[in-house]
């Protein structure tokens, strides 16, 4: 991570979850619950295919290029949508 700095919210509408993800001087924070007033990304995707991206089944920026089901990635936007 070493440099990188960002702020992210990570919404999965299908079961109402919402998460704010930081990296900061090397290190990543997530708070569950929370979102950003300003963050550099927003992404929203469901759960089952985040999960799908968590064990490298199928890589994450397929599943925004493709958007599959509930997939999207928005840089500097935080209006979170109630469902896909």
């Known amino acids: 991570m070493g440099d990188a ?3 992210m919210n990570l919404l999965t509408p299908d079961n109402g979850e919402t ?3 930081e990296v900061s ?3 990543l924070t997530s708070l569950q619950g929370f979102l950003s007033d300003e963050p550099d990304l927003t992404l929203t995707i469901a759960r089952a295919d985040l999960e799908k991206a968590m064990i490298g089944v199928v890589p994450l920026q397929q599943q925004v290029a493709e ?3 509930c997939s999207r990635a928005t840089r500097r936007s935080c209006s979170p949508s ?3």
């Open 5 to 7: 700095a960002f702020v």
């Open 82 to 84: 109630p469902a896909c």
């Open 67 to 69: 958007e599959p089901r």
């Open 25 to 27: 001087n090397g290190t």
């Open 19 to 21: 998460f704010v993800v």
